[in-house]
């Protein structure tokens, strides 16, 4: 899909993360859950997916007619990065056809020693049509990584980082700030629990929202509605 028509299609709407790691209920070997969460989301209305692995990608897009933003989630020795670490899953992700590849942008280190900037240039001379989103906690990362050349900056990693650790809620003041000084069109992603704090992060000035866990993660959306009832 190409550029402009990804841009008109995602503008103002939700994007449904449809994610399920080894240690979750929903998660099986041969797949084939994450493509019925998508498939459930598309019906309602979701204007993307975003999804982990190759192979759920690939399932979902099977499925789906939506922009997929893809990652391939993976520890390495050494840094904390962990969301499309290196070149060898950008490599994966655009070999089956994302619309959008999301990387960490934060400020730790890769592996090889660079930083989200440089990689994100790499990517971007690598593949210069291909749509990048950097998933960021800060302003400045934010920026940089636009300046990079990211064509989105998603607020995914506010909270999950040192910088950053207490931020526990949804942050309207960062999304309008990041909105007005950077770039790149910006993602609300991140503790999005409910429809009205979606509406919010829109007003806020977000291009568009992510939301995963609140619709697609029955084990935490449970835990949500039991820890209320324990209080």
Do not use: W
């Not at 209920?25 to 598309?42: S, V």
């Not at 049509?129 to 607020?155: N, R, S, Y």
């Not at 990693?157 to 040192?162: E, I, K, N, S």
């Not at 309008?176 to 950077?182: A, D, Q, R, T, V």
């Amino acid at each position: 899909m190409e550029k402009q028509k990804i841009l008109d299609q995602i503008k103002g709407g939700l994007i449904v993360s449809c994610q399920a790691l080894e240690h979750e209920p929903l998660y099986t070997k041969e797949g084939g859950i994450m493509p019925l969460m998508a498939k459930a989301a598309a019906q309602s209305g979701a204007v993307g997916i975003r999804a982990n692995t190759v192979r759920d990608i690939t399932q979902i897009k099977e499925v789906v007619a939506l922009p997929v933003i893809g990652i391939i989630k993976k520890d390495y020795e050494g840094t904390p990065m962990y969301i499309t670490v290196t070149m060898k899953e950008v490599d994966a992700l655009v070999a089956c056809g994302v619309d959008i590849v999301a990387v960490q942008g934060t400020g730790a280190r890769r592996p090889d020693g660079s930083s989200a900037p440089e990689f994100i240039r790499a990517i971007k001379e690598k593949y210069p049509q291909q749509l990048v989103m950097a998933d960021c906690a800060t302003l400045e990362e934010g920026i940089a990584c636009a300046e990079a050349g990211a064509d989105f900056v998603g607020t995914t990693m506010r909270g999950y980082t040192p910088e950053t650790k207490g931020c526990d809620d949804i942050d309207y003041a960062f999304i309008h700030e990041l909105s007005e000084k950077c770039p790149a069109k910006i993602i609300a992603e991140g503790h999005i629990h409910y429809p009205e704090q979606a509406k919010k992060a829109l007003e806020a000035g977000a291009f568009a929202l992510v939301v995963g866990g609140a619709i697609t993660r029955p084990a935490e959306i449970t835990a949500r509605f039991v820890s209320a009832i324990a209080e």
